[in-house]
T-cell receptor, first 115, second 109 residues
Framework: DAGVIQSPRHEVTEMGQEVTLRCKPI?????LFWYRQTMMRGLELLIY????????DSGMPEDRFSAKMPNASFSTLKIQPSEPRDSAVYFC?????????????FGNGTRLTVT | KNEVEQSPQNLTAQEGEFITINCSYS?????LHWLQQHPGGGIVSLFM???GKKKHGRLIATINIQEKHSSLHITASHPRDSAVYIC???????????FGKGTRLHILP
């Protein structure tokens, strides 16, 4: 299995531009999480989906952030317009929601820099 | 107060020392995860626990459900163990995963 795949690995953009981050979860995993990691705040949950349905988006910082999961194998996190304070590493993770014995798998993250 | 608290925040030790990292949580959980992140690296899962104790090589993880506490131990620590160790809990009755802020471990040669 290829694991959780995120793209791009790095993104540098100017303030005001739209940014789209992509995630492909592990096949068969039905929960998907988007996290943001900064030095100051550590890992923060932004939103998570169960069976492609958004369950909890209370961590999404502002209306500038939106996430979609159109099918079981793809999710996007969009920031529009981007701001310098959005600079962080964004991780996607997936897990099999049923049962307690499924480990959590992370993608390699997207390092976003907004100038 | 955070729902998942880790201690210490930072730890520096000499190679060979026995290391303990603690995690306390305040919510009902169905599972607890210990994760490792090397500098500039991705996050990998070390353990997933719902009770008792697990061992993998020099790493040991324990959990006390009644006390809502888990520990991660590293025996015979090595510089390559230097990383951030993160405790995460999966809330009972839901699938939300809540993270601690991590413990930054530095093992000196």
């Amino acid at each position: 299995d290829a694991g959780v795949i995120q793209s791009p690995r790095h993104e540098v953009t100017e303030m005001g531009q739209e940014v789209t981050l992509r995630c492909k979860p592990i096949s068969g995993h039905n929960s998907l999480f988007w996290y943001r990691q900064t030095m100051m705040r550590g890992l923060e949950l932004l939103i998570y989906f169960n069976n492609n349905v958004p369950i909890d988006d209370s961590g999404m910082p502002e209306d500038r952030f939106s996430a979609k999961m159109p099918n079981a194998s793809f999710s996007t996190l969009k920031i529009q317009p981007s701001e310098p304070r959005d600079s962080a590493v964004y991780f996607c993770a997936s897990i099999r929601a049923t049962g307690n014995n499924s480990p959590l798998h992370f993608g390699n993250g997207t390092r976003l820099t907004v100038t | 107060k955070n729902e998942v608290e880790q201690s210490p925040q930072n730890l520096t030790a000499q190679e060979g020392e026995f290391i303990t990292i603690n995690c306390s949580y305040s919510v009902g959980i169905s599972a607890l995860h210990w994760l490792q992140q090397h500098p500039g690296g991705g996050i990998v899962s070390l353990f997933m626990l719902s009770s008792g104790k697990k061992k993998h090589g020099r790493l040991i993880a324990t959990i006390n459900i009644q006390e809502k506490h888990s520990s991660l131990h590293i025996t015979a620590s090595h510089p390559r163990d230097s990383a951030v160790y993160i405790c995460a809990v999966r809330s009972r009755g839901g699938d939300k995963i809540i993270f601690g802020k991590g413990t930054r471990l530095h093992i000196l040669p």
